[in-house]
């Protein structure tokens, strides 16, 4: 199965500036990729799917770029509503597979 | 809008048996692939099974495989979930989600499942 990596495991940035979480894939997954996006006691938000194609209402300070093997999500100013968990998916191949999740937490 | 209810979770002994049921409202179940994807208490999201939306084909984690099988009623927009000689470490919340391009677009809000002695 594809092994997906996310770092760092926690990021700590401060509210108004840009975080970057980064997803490297074992193998190649095209843009086969996916994001999420969880608070605590919810279930996850679909950020992200295609690489970088938003979900619907997601806004646009959210981007994803990246393919192959190495992905990247940028929030480009933290509100403090997106202190949160992210997790990376592919969808390239069965089984699926999340990555371990980066904690974005206030600096 | 979506909606999509988990039940069916609970607690149950290791070796025992658990069937998990999803609601689904709001759009045209039928037209839709859906997945089943576990949380672990503390612990990252694993996914789980995958069922096309004609039932066709499906495909499970390893660490299912030949115990969980995951199967849909489209005449009552309920997606389902047997779980067969559970583990402790199938502990977990349990969502099930909508099929967005293979992604998962929309999810429930889960049900636990609990297995101890």
């Known amino acids: 199965e594809i092994v997906m990596t996310q770092s760092p495991a926690t990021l700590s940035v401060s509210p108004g500036e840009r975080a970057t979480l980064s997803c490297r894939a074992s193998q190649s997954v095209s843009s086969n990729l996916a994001w999420y996006q969880q608070k605590p006691g919810q279930a996850p938000r679909l950020l992200i799917y295609?690489?970088?194609t938003r979900a619907t209402g997601i806004p646009a300070r959210f981007s994803g770029s990246g393919s192959g093997t190495e992905f990247t999500l940028t929030i480009s100013s933290l509100q403090s509503e997106d202190f949160a968990v992210y997790y990376c998916?592919?969808?390239?191949?069965?089984?699926?597979?999340f990555g371990q999740g980066t904690k974005l937490e206030i600096k | 809008q979506v909606q999509l209810v988990e039940s069916g979770g609970g607690v149950v002994q290791p070796g025992g048996s658990l069937r998990l049921s999803c609601a689904a409202s709001g759009f045209t179940f039928s037209s839709y692939g859906m997945h089943w994807v576990r949380q672990a208490p503390g612990k990252g999201l694993e996914w789980v099974a995958f069922i096309r939306y004609d039932g066709s084909n499906k495909y499970y984690a390893d660490s299912v495989k030949g115990r969980f099988t995951i199967s849909r009623d489209n005449s009552k927009n309920t997606l389902y979930l047997q779980m067969n000689s559970l583990r402790a470490e199938d502990t977990a919340v349990y969502y099930c989600?909508?099929?967005?391009?293979?992604?998962?677009?929309?999810w429930g809000q889960g049900t636990l499942v609990t297995v101890s002695s």
């Open positions: 295609g690489a970088s």
């Open positions: 998916q592919q969808y390239n191949n069965w089984p699926q597979t």
């Open positions: 989600a909508k099929d967005l391009y293979c992604a998962l677009g929309d």
